[in-house]
């Protein structure tokens, strides 16, 4: 079983930055890709990015690929997601999610492990 936390939402201005992370429970964290995803209002939950277990390769959807990175710290049980130059069109409820499945996946029935969602809001 794994428990995940996301913190570090909030309301920013179109070009400003934000880091998500997410704090996990469970000793064999590492055994499991994280991934991060969204969802906007009237929306469908859509991937952002994800990390393999060790950390070592990652994947993004090309519409934050060059202003988002994924990392993880096994040690703390923790993934972030820093968020540069952000654009309106990033706000959503950003969830991060755990799977034993390759980290490339991006869809989400594939990862068992749910946080609660934080919001991010991005002004114009």
């Known amino acids: 079983q794994v428990q995940l936390v996301e913190s570090g939402g909030g309301l920013v201005q179109a070009g400003g930055s934000l880091r998500l992370s997410c704090a996990a429970s469970?000793?064999?964290?590492?055994?499991?890709?994280v991934g991060w995803f969204r969802q906007a209002p009237g929306n469908e939950r859509e991937f952002v990015a994800a990390i393999s277990g060790s950390g070592s390769s990652t994947y993004y959807a090309d519409s934050v690929k060059g202003r988002f990175t994924i990392s993880r710290d096994n040690a703390k049980n923790t993934v972030h997601l820093q968020m540069n130059s952000l654009k309106p069109e990033d706000t959503a409820v950003y969830y991060c999610?755990?799977?034993?499945?390759?980290?490339?996946?991006?869809?989400?029935?594939?990862?068992?492990?749910w946080g609660q969602g934080t919001q991010v809001t991005v002004s114009s």
């Open positions: 469970g000793r064999t964290f590492s055994s499991y890709a």
């Open positions: 999610a755990a799977t034993a499945r390759s980290y490339r996946s991006t869809y989400q029935y594939n990862y068992n492990y």
